[in-house]
C-alpha cells in the first residue's frame, strides 16, 4: 500500500468517527423522545404561533436575542411540518455532528493520533449533554458551536501559515453571520476569546518583526461592531427567571461567600459525572458526596497544566486551536457562575444544560495533550495525564450507559404529556404545570389552545 493511499485512509477516519457519534446521538434523540411541545415550547408558541410569517413578531427591538436563524426554520417546521417537535430535536443532534465534522477536519490536518482523536470524540458525543438534546428550543446552540469551531479553525490555519483563499476575507464575514444569525447569549465568551486570540498573535507578530499588523485590528473591529449590536438589542430584551434570587450579589457574597467557590468547583465536576448520575452514584454508596470536590479539583487541575504544557512547549507557534478552546472553556465557567450564582444552589453548575458550553474546555485540554504527546519530556506527566483521561471517560461512559437506559423512561414521560394535551381540559394547575414543566398553567392551556386550533404538532390530522 502506497503512502498516500494509507494517508487518504486515515483521513476517511476522522470523518467516519463524527459521522458514527452522529448517527449515536440522533438514535438517542429518537429513543429519548416524544413529539410533544412542552416546556420551552410554551413560550414559542405563544410568542410567535400560528402566524409565523409576521414580520411584526420578526422585527422587533431584541431581535438578536431571540436568534434570526431560528425564524425561517421555524416557520418551515410550522407551515410544511405542522410544527414537528422531532424535526427541531434531529437539528439540534445534526449540529452537534456538524461541529464534530469540523474538528475532526482540524484533526487530520494536524495528524492527532488515533488514540487520542477516539478519546475526543467519545467526549464530544457524551450524553452529558441529555438536557440540550431533548429540548428542541435549544437546537440553534449546536449549530453555534459548529460555527465557533469553524472560525477558530479558519484563524488557526491561517496564523500557522496554511490558509486559504478568501481566508482573511471569511474572519471579517464570520463574526457579522455568527453574532447576529446564530450565536444568542453565546456571543460574548465567542467575541472575548477571539480578541484576545487576535492580541496574542498581534503581539507576537510585532515581536517578530518590529510592526503591528493591521489585520487584526480590522478583524477586531469585526468582533465588536456585532458584540455591540448584540448587546443593543438586549438591552430591550425581559428575561424572566422562576425561583431565582432578585437581590444584590454583594450581599449574598458576605453571607455565603463559599457558595460561589462550591458552585464553580462543581461546575467543573459536572464534566466528570453528569449531575444526576453522580447523585445516584453518591446513593448508592459508591463515594461520599464531598468527592466532588476532588473531580472538580482535578478538572482545574488539568486546564492549568494544559494551559501549562502550551506554553512550555510553544504549541501555539504551531497551533492555536487547543490554547482557544481552553480559553473559552474557562470564560463560560465564569460566565455561567456569574450569570447562575441567582439561584443560590451550588450544584446548578453541573446541570446538564450547560455541558455543551463547558466541553470546549475539555476538547482544547484532549487536543493539548494529544497534539504533544511526543514531545512531553517526564514519565510522571503523561502518567498522570493518562489516569485523568480514564477518569474523564469512566465518568462520562457511566453517564452515558445512564442517559441510553433510562431514555425509554424520558419517551414515556413525553408520551405521558402528548396524552394529558389530547384532554388538557380535565386537568387542574398542579398537574399541568408538572407534567408541561412551565410555571403557568394559564398559559399551558392558551399554548396548547392555539396548537389545537391550528391542528399543529400533537393535533396534527
Known amino acids: 500500500m502506497t503512502e498516500t493511499r494509507k494517508q487518504i485512509e486515515k483521513q476517511w477516519f476522522y470523518y467516519a468517527v463524527p459521522l458514527l457519534g452522529t448517527l449515536f446521538v440522533l438514535w438517542y434523540i429518537k429513543s429519548a423522545s416524544w413529539d410533544m411541545a412542552y416546556s420551552d415550547y410554551m413560550r414559542q ?61 482540524y484533526a487530520g490536518k494536524r495528524k492527532l493520533g488515533t488514540v487520542w482523536f477516539f478519546i475526543f470524540m467519545l467526549l464530544f458525543f457524551s450524553l452529558n449533554k441529555w438536557e440540550m438534546l431533548t429540548n428542541g428550543t435549544g437546537w440553534v446552540h449546536f449549530f453555534a458551536f459548529a460555527c465557533f469551531y469553524y472560525h477558530y479553525m479558519v484563524f488557526d490555519r491561517t496564523e500557522s501559515g496554511e490558509g486559504k483563499k478568501g481566508d482573511e476575507i471569511r474572519l471579517l464575514i464570520l463574526p457579522f453571520l455568527i453574532t447576529l444569525c446564530v450565536a444568542g447569549p453565546y456571543c460574548a465568551v465567542y467575541t472575548g476569546v477571539m480578541l484576545l486570540a487576535y492580541g496574542f498573535a498581534a503581539g507576537r507578530k510585532k515581536a517578530a518583526e518590529g510592526r503591528w499588523d493591521k489585520k487584526y485590528l480590522r478583524w477586531s473591529v469585526c468582533l465588536i461592531i456585532p458584540l455591540f449590536l448584540y448587546m443593543w438589542s438586549n438591552s430591550y430584551a425581559v428575561s424572566e427567571h422562576a425561583g431565582a434570587y432578585e437581590g444584590p450579589m454583594l450581599p449574598v ?48 487541575g488539568a486546564y492549568l497544566a494544559a494551559l501549562y504544557l502550551n506554553f512550555r512547549y510553544r504549541l501555539y507557534e504551531k497551533t492555536m486551536l487547543p490554547l482557544i478552546l481552553i480559553i473559552s472553556g474557562g470564560m463560560n465557567h465564569v460566565l455561567i457562575l456569574l450569570s447562575r450564582w441567582i439561584f443560590l444552589r451550588d450544584s446548578y453548575g453541573m446541570s446538564s444544560r450547560y455541558a455543551l458550553q463547558f466541553q470546549v474546555g475539555i476538547l482544547g485540554i484532549v487536543l493539548t495533550a494529544g497534539l504533544l504527546w511526543n514531545s512531553i ?57 408538572t407534567k408541561f414543566q412551565y410555571k403557568s398553567a394559564e398559559k399551558i392551556r392558551q399554548a396548547l389552545s392555539i396548537l389545537k386550533e391550528n391542528h399543529l404538532n400533537i393535533y396534527r390530522e
Request: charge should be negative; include cysteine.
Open 377 to 433: 519530556k517526564g514519565k510522571a506527566v503523561k502518567i498522570l495525564a493518562v489516569l485523568w483521561c480514564v477518569l474523564l471517560l469512566a465518568g462520562n461512559a457511566y453517564t452515558t450507559y445512564r442517559e441510553i437506559k433510562i431514555a425509554p423512561n424520558r419517551k414515556e414521560w413525553g408520551q405521558t404529556v402528548a396524552e394529558m394535551a389530547l384532554h388538557y381540559e380535565d386537568f387542574d394547575d398542579d398537574e399541568l404545570k
Open 253 to 300: 457574597l458576605m453571607e455565603q461567600p463559599m457558595l460561589f467557590v462550591k458552585f464553580f468547583i462543581k461546575s467543573f465536576a459536572g464534566m466528570v459525572f453528569g449531575q444526576e448520575a453522580f447523585e445516584e452514584l453518591v446513593n448508592k454508596g459508591v463515594f461520599p458526596y464531598a468527592f466532588v470536590y476532588i473531580l472538580g479539583l482535578a478538572v482545574i
Open 45 to 105: 408558541i405563544l410568542s410567535y404561533l400560528p402566524d409565523v410569517w409576521n414580520p411584526e413578531k420578526f422585527f422587533v427591538a431584541d431581535i438578536l436575542t431571540r436568534i434570526p436563524i431560528n425564524f425561517p426554520v421555524r416557520a418551515f417546521n410550522v407551515s410544511v411540518l405542522g410544527f414537528s417537535v422531532t424535526f427541531d430535536l434531529m437539528l439540534g443532534g445534526l449540529g452537534l455532528g456538524l461541529a464534530a465534522l469540523v474538528m475532526g477536519i
